[in-house]
């Protein structure tokens, strides 16, 4: 909403500085997005007429435009715009102008070219762009209505751009009374403390005629428009506008056409009725029908496209039925006012909000109109809306008319108060207003501040209001609705700013927020770094990642590829591997903590989220290598990749301290067959995985190098025992060490050798580690030597030899009946 | 040799010594290193060195002789083994400064190398959620979640939107082929983990809800379709108006640090009333005016409002017993504005070479 400084002291004199008048707006929710002070700085800009376009001899994206300065002068102007033609007039500014940028106009060479002066657009005049012109597209010039004015001429005398200031406001769906400048002024002048009056038409105002006569109206559809007045003019003035009404039209956004359109649209943005002139003549029967659409009846609207209507719309008809425009959007293209027009009947009516919202959504059609009808227009403002409609044209007529006089007839009022919103009483408690606000107002202050918004407060009895809301302000029905309105007239910023007294002491993370944010550093403290991979995959994604294809899938999604909720976050982090490598990426580690999404589960409807965790470890020089798996089984090698997965696993169970968790190797969809293996909690629960990525997987990624993968369920992980945080006495007696080597089956875990010298050690038995694997050998095929590092130790004396060679033979024992293992000697 | 029974005396003996510890001399100046010196200081001062065969050579002496004689070996001795000890401190100086000049290491070579252990990096959107939370926990609010798929009643109705409500249009929604066609969506902001909360317990609530959005946006360098925002929400009995400017003035200023202020200015949303957006003092020109506030010295951070008594209604709670206030704002943009990203799409590219900035 562009709303002129000129335009709205039609209201109140509102005479306090501008930025002043700009806050002030800002302060009542009527945000100030810019403001443009437009006729100011255009001097040496002039009216200048485009002669010819040439072809910059050294540059191919700015041209040499002659054009006629004035006086028979041509100047050779450089320009970059391509959005004007020979004949056009555009702004000229000449050599020593200032423009309102600050920027001077200086002779100067571009590429070669002498340029005497520059073509403007209108932003970089400050005056707003007429919608339209601006078309996405590029900067371009503003181009002036033919016949304008002589070049030459002052461009702010040709544009009657006299000083003014408009207003660029954000006016919030709830406001359309603030969508004119009459609820804008009035508002303002209520902050302000000023008065606020409705124009005065006095004189101009031409008496209505009875010889004009009525109109026929017919609304069948009073649900749909319950309020229809219409009003016919005759010898309506042909023409344009004068300038004053074309200017501030163009201020306040809208293109000048002629004096009955511009009268229109001029009385939409004055008092907020959006309204429609019909040619009487061109109306089948002399007249209006209302009613609803016919199952697939076709309209061509305004902007000339075919619409289907039906039975949900609101079709306005001649008196034949023949429709002429869908109620309350935008009119049709068969009674559409011309050059030829006499005379016009007047619609101003009033639209189901919900009806308007619901038929301009489905129709995709956007207009002004709409707007203000959907979030709702004053009911009682078409009678206003008329008068100022009249008042307005009998204004234009001397310079447009052609000499003859506008007659008005009579209004035809057809209403349907069944369906028309209720003026809303509200009861308002002075206590209420203060307890919600925080306030300390008085029964006055509260009748005070809403009186002048036209909020009429009566008190039937101290400390409760009966608040009758004006009809204008249909968004404000509850006493919460009444007690906003106050607030929004104290002021926001004079509440006192006071800060509860947080009861119940419920503050703090809880732990599975502690323990979450601890995963986190601890994949970060190995060296992985956080993704936030999108929540989207694309049909397919998961097949490609060897996982099962049923996901949840997306309604409405803006793109294909983003039609499927992951249920694993696999796919996303091989696409950012994948992005990384793309980009000459080195050790690309990545982790991430998200939800994923599964169908939902028998007698619920929203899908089950389960928080993941999963770490990815991106092929390159480091991860390529053996690792500490010698060859590898069957000495495939590049064990790099999966071993810096496992060590992610490795740490983050120790750094939570989880125990009795176990690596069981195991087919896990989309990893390697023989590198993979379960995460698995003591009592059997799947906690997740860890492992190699399947080599078709990462093929199908794009990846040429072996990936390393890890992923858990972050409840499940979180739920497992962990380390009780209780200390244990050190020993201070020298403790022995032991080295054991054992030849073991390849299918035999590593991690069962050294969960039974655990449990054959005993208390003795203070720590023991695997430190080497050999293959080849004597030690055979299918076969690999495990080397165990045991430290033993009592914690009351020191061992004597025969203790620990009676250890050290329990060990053996255990481990070769278990295992049928060798030691090897 | 000593049994020759040469007539010994007191000058022959001195004679000899003098002889014996000039050879001495020279040979502890030559010693190369700490090794020859110990073999130096075996002959010379040793149980077989030249001056322990001097010495056997007193038992020949007239006993009135033998302490002169006696004394002047003695004599050489210490003069010898003083001579040793400031031989082997040299000679350990010298092997020192040579040791330590052959261990020199470049420790830079080790701080600069490719193959250091990193460290990874938290995203820069935990990193702000993370200080987000820490900052509303410090002023005494718990931490709460919710999904991220929810109902058309916990996103809209409860929320004071019914169907058809124009308010809706205010999200571009995207739908779940699941239920009923419009009935399960992914959530456009985190307000339904309040109704969620509200329905669960009683007041008084004090809680911040962090999570993930999703609109159906076309990205741009200011918004992504998928992002995060965090919500506060207060019930309880008394709570005003003025409590909810005073809570956003607190946060701001425990967040941002001094010099950032707050302000609020009428908006609309339809689960609040009355509602606000806040502003916050721009934390990159602080209010100075610069590109990241178009020149105004505030950033507009978010919305609030006090709890519509229809969503008080929707969850069960007495309006006229209790009130409260909501806010919200977005993690990303915040972040956005701090960290100066210009395009707002690098959050969901993981580009390594963004990720390990933070
Ligand atoms: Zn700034």
Redesign the interface.
């Known amino acids: 909403m562009r709303a002129p400084l000129s335009w709205l002291r039609d209201y109140a004199p509102l005479e306090a500085p501008v930025d002043d008048l700009a806050a002030t707006l800002s302060a009542l929710g009527l945000v100030v997005e810019g403001v443009h002070h437009v006729g100011g700085g255009l001097g040496g800009v002039v009216v200048s007429k485009v002669l010819g376009i040439r072809r910059h001899p050294d540059a191919d994206r700015i041209r040499l435009v002659d054009v006629d300065a004035g006086n028979g002068e041509v100047a050779q102007i450089v320009c970059g715009a391509w959005n004007f033609a020979e004949g056009d007039l555009v702004p000229l500014a000449r050599v020593g102008a200032v423009l309102p940028g600050g920027m001077e106009i200086s002779r100067r060479k571009m590429r070669g070219e002498w340029s005497d002066g520059m073509l403007c657009s209108a932003s970089e005049l400050d005056i707003p762009e007429p919608p339209g012109s601006a078309d996405g597209t590029g900067p371009g010039l503003m181009i002036l209505p033919r016949g304008l004015a002589e070049p030459g001429a002052p461009l702010a005398d040709a544009l009657e751009l006299g000083p003014d200031v408009v207003f660029d406001l954000d006016v919030s769906s709830n406001r359309p009374d603030a969508l004119c400048m009459a609820g804008v002024a009035r508002d303002l002048a209520a902050a302000l403390g000023e008065p606020w009056a409705a124009l005065s038409s006095g004189s101009v105002l031409p008496p209505v005629d009875r010889s004009v006569g009525v109109a026929p109206i017919t609304v069948e559809a009073g649900d749909l428009c319950p309020r229809f007045v219409g009003t016919v003019f005759e010898d309506v003035p042909l023409g344009a506008s004068p300038a004053w009404i074309a200017r501030r039209l163009t201020l306040a956004g809208m293109r000048p056409i002629s004096a009955v359109v511009d009268v229109s649209n001029y009385v939409m943005l004055d008092v907020g009725q959006p309204n429609h002139a019909y040619d009487l003549d061109r109306l089948g029967g002399g007249g209006i029908l209302v009613r609803r659409g016919a199952p697939g009846e076709i309209l061509e609207t305004l902007d000339g496209v075919s619409r289907t209507l039906g039975p949900e719309d609101c079709v306005i008809c001649d008196a034949t039925g023949g429709a002429v425009g869908v109620g309350g959007i935008m009119g049709g293209a068969s009674a559409e006012i011309g050059p030829g027009t006499t005379r016009v009947l007047l619609e101003t009516a009033w639209f189901q909000p919900m009806a308007i919202a619901r038929t301009g959504s489905r129709l995709g059609l956007h207009s002004e109109a709409r707007v203000r009808f959907e979030r709702g227009v004053d009911p009682e403002v078409a009678p206003w809306a008329v008068e100022r409609f009249a008042a307005l044209l009998a204004a234009v007529a001397p310079a447009a008319s052609g000499g003859r006089t506008l007659r008005r007839g009579p209004s035809s009022d057809v209403r349907d108060d069944a369906h028309m919103p209720a003026p809303a009483v509200v009861r308002v408690r002075t206590a209420r207003v203060n307890a919600i606000l925080g306030t300390d107002l008085d029964d006055g202050d509260v009748a005070g501040l809403l009186g002048p918004i036209g909020f009429r407060a009566e008190a039937p009895e101290p400390g409760v209001h009966a608040v009758t809301v004006p009809s204008w302000r249909l968004d404000s029905a509850r006493e919460i609705d009444v007690i906003e309105e106050v607030a929004r007239l104290w002021g926001y910023g004079r509440i006192e700013r006071t800060v509860p007294a947080a009861r119940g002491g419920s503050g703090g993370l809880t732990g599975r927020q502690r323990d979450r944010r601890f995963v986190r550093q601890a994949l970060a403290g190995a060296g992985f770094d956080e993704a936030w991979t999108s929540t989207f995959l694309a049909p397919g994604d998961l097949e490609r990642a060897g996982l099962d294809p049923a996901a949840v899938e997306v309604e409405n999604p803006l793109d294909r590829s983003e039609s499927i909720l992951r249920t694993a976050l696999l796919p996303g982090l091989l696409k950012a591997v994948k992005f990384n490598m793309d980009r000459q990426g080195v050790d690309v580690r990545l982790f991430e903590v998200g939800t994923v999404f599964f169908l939902p589960g028998e007698g619920r409807v929203t899908p089950e989220e389960v928080e993941h965790v999963a770490a990815i470890v991106g092929p390159g020089p480091a991860t390529e290598g053996a690792g500490a798996v010698r060859g590898g089984a069957g000495g495939a090698g590049g064990a790099g990749a999966v071993r810096a997965a496992v060590l992610a696993w490795s740490y983050l169970a120790e750094a939570l301290g989880i125990s009795g968790v176990s690596l069981s190797a195991a087919a896990v969809p989309g990893m390697h067959p023989s590198r993979a293996a379960n995460i698995v909690a003591g009592d059997g629960a799947l906690i997740g995985a860890v492992g190699e990525v399947a080599p078709e997987v990462r093929a199908a990624y794009g990846l040429g190098g072996r990936v390393g993968y890890l992923t858990a369920s972050l409840d499940a992980l979180l739920g497992v025992a962990r380390r009780r945080r209780q200390a244990r006495d050190v020993s201070r007696f020298p403790g022995s060490d032991v080295d054991l080597a054992f030849v073991v089956d390849e299918r035999v875990p590593a991690a069962a050798v050294l969960a039974t010298l655990r449990e054959a050690g005993g208390e003795l038995l203070e720590a023991a580690s695997l430190f080497d694997v050999f293959r080849g050998g004597q030690v055979g095929t299918g076969r690999r030597s495990l080397a165990f590092r045991l430290r033993f130790r009592a914690s009351d004396r020191t061992l004597a030899e025969g203790e620990i060679a009676a250890a050290r033979q329990r060990e053996i024992d255990a481990v070769t009946a278990a295992h049928g293992a060798e030691l090897r000697g | 040799m000593t049994s020759r029974l040469t007539p010994e005396n007191t000058p022959s003996i001195a004679a000899a010594a003098a002889a014996v510890e000039a050879d001495g001399r020279r040979r502890i100046e030559a010693a190369a290193d700490l090794a020859a010196l110990r073999e130096v200081e075996r002959t010379v001062v040793g149980k077989r060195s030249e001056l322990a065969r001097l010495h056997t050579r007193l038992a020949r002496l007239a006993p009135e002789e033998r302490r002169d004689a006696g004394a002047v070996i003695h004599d050489a001795r210490t003069r010898l083994q003083e001579q040793l000890g400031r031989r082997a401190a040299a000679l350990d100086a010298e092997e020192r400064a040579r040791r330590v000049a052959e261990e020199r290491l470049d420790l830079t070579e080790i701080s600069t190398h490719a ?1 250091l ?7 820069l ?2 990193q702000t959620r ?1 200080e987000l ?1 820490d900052t509303f ?1 410090a ?5 709460a ?1 919710g ?5 058309d009643w916990y996103n809209f109705q409860a929320l004071n939107m019914p169907p ?1 409500h ?2 809706r ?2 999200w571009d929604t ?6 009923e ?1 419009g ?2 969506l ?1 959530r456009t902001h985190t307000s339904p983990v309040q109704v969620r909360l509200m329905e669960s317990r009683e007041p ?1 609530i ?2 911040v809800m962090p999570g ?1 959005c ?1 609109r ?3 990205p741009d360098a200011r918004h992504t ?2 992002f995060h925002q965090i919500e506060g929400l ?1 019930v ?1 009995r ?6 909810l ?3 956003i ?2 946060f701001t200023g425990a967040y941002f640090g001094a010099g950032i202020h707050s ?6 949303f339809p689960f609040t ?5 806040f502003e916050v003092t721009c934390p990159i020109c602080a209010g100075e005016g610069c590109r990241t506030c178009s020149g105004s010295g505030w950033i507009e951070l978010g919305g609030c409002g ?1 709890v ?2 229809n969503v008080f209604e929707a969850v069960g709670v007495d309006a006229e017993v209790y ?1 409260g206030f909501a806010f919200g704002f977005g993690i990303d943009r915040l972040a956005q504005v701090r960290a100066g990203l210009s395009d707002m799409r690098v ?7 963004f ?2 900035q933070f």
């Open positions: 193959w252990p990193r460290r990874g990096h938290l995203h959107v935990t993370e939370e926990v002023m005494g609010f718990a931490v979640e999904p991220e798929a929810e109902t058809a124009p308010a249009g205010m995207l739908y779940l082929r699941l239920g066609p009935q399960v992914l008084p004090y809680a993930r999703y159906r946006d076309t379709p998928v207060v309880d008394g709570i005003t108006f003025g409590d400017a005073g809570t003035e607190a302000r609020l200015r009428p908006s609309y009333e009355p509602s606000a957006e006090m519509d008594p009130s959050l969901l590219d993981n580009d390594v070479r990720l390990t």
